[in-house]
């Protein structure tokens, strides 16, 4: 049974950082490509963030590049995000997904999903 548990959420203030976590199991890890996206309240879905299965490729949105970084240790079976000068527009729910190998940046592509962790930011 495939399961992506996120974790690290918080209430922190405008400009602070954080690290967000996806632990996976029931799959292959090592060769799924992974992704970040978030929700706001009353928003669309989007796409935040991508990385290969072997981590040399990555993608951000244009929202994000420059202060988000994606990354994966394949040993722990642990894909992270680690989020710095936060922004009250990053408030949203963040979920992290599993697709195949390639890195993509779209939603479809993507065949599980975690349940998601609450991140707010206040000004």
């Known amino acids: 049974q495939v399961q992506l548990v996120e974790s690290g959420g918080a209430l922190v203030q405008a400009g602070d950082s954080l690290r967000l976590s996806c632990a996976a199991s029931?799959?292959?890890?090592?060769?799924?490509?992974m992704g970040w996206f978030r929700q706001a309240p009353g928003k669309e879905r989007e796409f935040v963030a991508a990385?290969?299965?072997?981590?040399?490729?990555?993608y951000y949105a244009d929202s994000v590049k420059g202060r988000f970084a994606i990354s994966r240790d394949n040993a722990k079976n642990t894909v992270y995000l680690q989020m710095n000068s936060l922004k009250p527009e990053d408030t949203a729910v963040y979920y992290c997904?599993?697709?195949?190998?390639?890195?993509?940046?779209?939603?479809?592509?993507?065949?599980?999903w975690g349940q998601g962790t609450q991140v707010t930011v206040s000004s």
């Open positions: 990385i290969s299965w072997t981590g040399g490729n990555r």
């Open positions: 997904a599993a697709a195949g190998e390639i890195a993509t940046t779209s939603e479809g592509n993507y065949n599980y």
């Open positions: 029931g799959l292959p890890f090592s060769r799924r490509a």
